[in-house]
């Protein structure tokens, strides 16, 4: 069945200040480095209201639409801005990662990769922040649940900064078992070990400042990998964020390309077991552009190799 890209020019048009380390150029990278590999290429769809719906409050949605300026760029906080077709970018990452979701669970593809932005994982159910607008993986697990029926769908976020906004989005729903691991302490200050989500359904591994991949890999073997197993998941998401890597300016994890993927070949071998290998990673963070280039290439192809 293979792998497919998913993705979407309108995702190049959210703009941010010069210097923001959310750019344009993240997305060019990406696509750059995925350029001549083995994919079933799929134009990321605009999402509906009721998609977003799942996780955000219709207030929240108006709101961001009413703060949509006409030109320029606004802020919505001191890191999150928006511009003139920001929601339209929003929209088509919302619609790309329900679209994999779909195309997945349809035997499309065993295994998909969202090139899309803005990133989602900081997005909390009425608080845009972190660069991030809506609750991006959060909304396909929701949609492989509630339209698609599954039992058990996981999270698997590897950000070097806490997807605190979908742990948030889903920490009452049982149907959902979030892994994260990331820099602690590092902003936004949440992601402790003993933040166990409402139904036990939420596991951090919090890494210490300077670790690296040995610490990453053991982390992963002693706690994430025997939940994932034990929670027998239909379907595995992935939070791609490639800014734990060593060259990233905004941590100080000292990952590289070849702890990404070892982690995604990981992933993919337990999705074997429960979920017939279907897994949809969703881009996050990741601010050297080389770095972020580089791991996303690595990442995509042991997606690609798990799908064949």
Known sequence: MGCALITHADCLDHLTPDGHPEQVARLDHVLHALQGLDLLRIAAPRCEDRDILRVHPQAYLDRLTGALPGEGLIPLDEDTWLSPRSLEAARRAVGGAVRAVDAVLAGEARTAFCATRPPGHHAEAETPMGFCLFGNAAIAAKHALDRHGLDRVAIVDFDVHHGNGTQALLWDEPRALVITSQQYPLWPGTGAASETGGHDNVLNLPLPPGS?????????????????????????????????????PLAELNWREEDFGWLTHELCRIAQGSAQGRVVSVLEGGY?????????????????????
């Open 288 to 308: 050297d552009l080389r770095a972020l280039a580089d791991s996303a290439r690595v990442h995509v192809e042991e997606l690609i190799k798990a799908g064949r």
């Open 212 to 248: 690296g991949g040995a610490e990453m890999r053991a982390a992963y073997e002693a706690h994430a990998f025997p939940r994932l197993e034990g929670f027998q998941p239909e379907l595995i998401i992935i939070s791609a964020g490639f800014d734990a890597h060593a060259d990233d």
